[in-house]
């Protein structure tokens, strides 16, 4: 098994043991988005893509694991070390690299290393893909537009409310 499908396994039965089916599905739903999302992102902007993978799956593992916002991005990066860890699969530099991404995802205003930003525009890609016609939040909304003139997407536009 290679080390994304071990970081899905172990993501899975973080979500398999939340007894709220709805927080369940949005558990699938954005962990496993935002993780495609990091793939195209590190793949067009030539960062590893396999570690983006990885960062996009464990982004808000803390969030679902202890069904809390607070701090989310900070006490994710330490619960993804720890995960990283335990899996004996990844360097010292992998894990680093993963949860300073983590770490910093919830800075949309802040602009941090190149990597990072994988992480943190993938969020936003899915919070604004999930239902085109929701409006996009204020401070996604740089961040959207500059994603969509990077992936040429300039008509999503005329499909958004609030752009």
């Not at 991005?73 to 010292?92: N, P, Q, W």
């Amino acid at each position: 098994m290679n080390r994304i499908e071990k970081v899905r396994e172990y993501v899975d039965t973080v979500l398999l043991t939340m007894t709220d089916t709805t927080e369940r599905r949005c558990g699938y739903l954005h962990l496993y988005r935002v993780s495609q999302a990091c793939t195209l992102i590190a793949l067009k902007r030539n960062e590893n893509a396999e570690l983006a993978t990885i960062a996009g799956m464990l982004h808000d593992i803390y969030s679902y694991a202890a069904m809390d916002t607070k701090e989310h991005a900070h006490k994710g990066s330490i619960m993804a070390r720890e995960i990283l860890y335990d899996l004996k699969v990844f360097t010292e530099n992998e894990v680093d690299i993963i949860c300073s991404a983590i770490y910093n995802h919830s800075s949309k205003g802040t602009t941090h290393s190149p990597f990072d930003e994988v992480l943190k525009d993938a969020d936003v890609l899915q919070h604004c893909l999930y239902n085109p016609l929701f409006d996009v939040l204020e401070h996604e909304k740089a961040r959207y537009e500059k994603l969509k003139s990077e992936f040429g997407l300039g008509n999503l536009k005329t499909f958004c409310r609030g752009l």
